[in-house]
Every structure is written in C-alpha cells, then in structure tokens.
C-alpha cells in the first residue's frame, strides 16, 4: 500500500509539473503573440503614413513643385536650384516654389506640432545636410541597396514624464521621372533607391493596451492553473481517503 500511494504520490507531483510549466509557456506564447499583434498594428499606420507622403510627393513632382505666397511662413528653399524659383504675381505677392522635399519638410512640422508625429526624408547623398541620416536610419538605407523593402523597429527614448517607446519605421524612395530634373546630377537613374521616408511616433498607446491584454491572460492563466490545481488536489485528497 505504501508503495501504491508513493506512486500515486509521483503521479500528482508530475502532473503539477507539466501542469505548471505548460501554463508558463502558454502564457509566454500568448504574450508574445500580443506583442507581436500590436508591433504590427503600429507596423500598418506607419505604412499609410508613409504611402500618403509619397502620393503627395509624387503628385508635386508631376505638377513641376508649387508656388505659394513667402508670407505664409514658406521661405524661398536654398537648395532648390531653379532659375523661377521664385515670383511676384500680378498683385505685387512674393511667391516662391516648394518642390517635393521642402514640401515634406512643412508637412512633417504640421504633423509633428498637432499629432507628435516625425516626418525624416532622407538618404545617404542628401543634398541637405541637415536632413542626414542617424544610425538606425543608416542602417535602413543601406539594407534597401541590398533589397530589402521597409524597416521598422521599437525603441526606448527618454522623454519628459520619463522613458517611453517608441515606433520607428521608414520606406525606401524611388526616382521616379520628374524628380530626374534635380537628382539625375546625383547620379541616380529612373527606378533607383534615393532615399527613404521615415516616420515616427509614440508606441505608448499600444504598449499601454498591450499591457493591458497581457494582465488579462496573465490573470485568466493564473485562475486556469488555480483550478486545475485544486482539482488535482482534490483528486488526490479523495483517493488518498479511499486508501
């Protein structure tokens, strides 16, 4: 008899084990499939935000760049070579040419004073230097010479209330034919990589929910092993009796 009920014993004691190691795991792999979901959340509102810059860039390229009055806040690009760059109209309004990149610029200061969001057009050959690439973008660019095809990653930032992270995702720029006119100098050629757009914005709202779904599987496994292990308990309370 004592040998069956040390058995029995092991029997309990093995399947607490498994028991505990299979809700660990479960448990990890739910979290990192949340993770995972809201990267790639995060991952789809970059990619919109990107697409629109490039549609909007494309469709100032094919207009020839804009013109717009200097005294709405647009003051006359320096490294836009264009002999009309800039003109008074018939009413005596100062008026000067935003071409694709200076038009980038003014949108990624509107997005970034209302929404936070950060706008970088930029390259390994900028004709700007203030629009030079850091590290990560750096790194980004090179790997669209080899062909890759986007970039993205989280990173943590200090920011005013402590650190937070951050989304950082950034897509490759193709020469398309009107933007020869200023980059063919350059050496780039129709269809070739020239740079990339990169965009990036606060991941503390899906870090916060994710933080959130993460507590409720953590509770929701927790009370799964508290039930299964009492009733292993119990099992094991009521044979032992028998015994």
Known sequence: ??????????????????LTVAMAVSCVYRSRQLDSAFRRLALVTARATVEQVIATRRWNAGMGGVYVPVEKGAVPNPFLEDP???????????????NPAYMTRLVAETLQKGHGVQLHLTSL?????????DGWE??????????????????????????????????????????????????????????GVGVTFSFQPYAEARREFQMQILLTHFLAFLIAASALVLLAFLVDSER
Request: aromatic residues 6%; positive net charge.
């Open 1 to 18: 008899m004592a040998s069956g009920k040390s058995r029995f014993q092991l029997y309990v004691i093995g399947i607490g084990v498994v």
């Open 84 to 98: 009309v760059r800039d003109l008074t109209s018939m009413e005596g309004i100062a008026l000067t040419k935003v």
């Open 125 to 133: 050959r900028p004709l700007n230097p203030g629009n030079s690439p």
């Open 138 to 195: 750096t790194g980004a660019l090179t790997s669209f010479e080899n062909g890759a095809i986007e970039a993205s990653t989280v990173e943590t930032r200090a920011g005013q209330q402590g650190s937070e992270e951050i989304f950082r995702y950034m897509s490759p720029l193709k020469t398309d034919q009107p933007c020869l006119g200023c980059h063919a100098k350059q050496g780039y050629t129709l269809g070739s990589n020239r740079g």
